[in-house]
């Protein structure tokens, strides 16, 4: 007797997974950093906010200093361009893209985080 691989059922059951794994990517890649606020801090206090939904061009923001930092705010978030730090650390965090998301250049005091918008959850457990 010889026994199939994959019977109907668990086809069906396999297409719902991909349906599944499809919108949950695609919801992940939807505009992130709509109604996002990046809040822009130097020791402690804030000096610059910057509504990442209402820009329409990259903005290049020089807060200089001994580390001369550069920012790049873009509509699809913002990130460390340029840092003269020792560790690069704060460049190499990448873009900021979600409310909740920081990222920090220790040597320059300067912190920059993302407020408002939907904050999505880390981690779920059930």
């Given at each position: ?52 939904g ?72 059930g």
């Amino acid at each position: 007797m010889e026994r199939k691989l994959l019977r109907p059922a668990d086809l069906l059951l396999l297409l719902f997974a991909l349906a599944l794994a499809g919108l949950l990517l695609w919801g992940q890649a939807q505009s992130p950093s709509q109604g996002c606020v990046a809040v822009i801090e130097e020791d402690g206090e804030e000096i610059r906010r910057i509504d990442l939904g209402t820009l329409t061009q990259a903005e290049e923001i020089s807060l200089g200093g001994a580390y001369n930092i550069v920012l790049l705010a873009e509509p699809g978030g913002i990130s460390f361009e340029y840092s003269s730090c020792p560790d690069q650390t704060c460049v190499r965090t990448g873009k900021l893209t979600r409310a909740g998301q920081a990222a920090v250049c220790l040597p320059a005091r300067i912190s920059v985080r993302l407020e408002g918008g939907e904050q999505a959850a880390d981690a779920m457990t059930g």
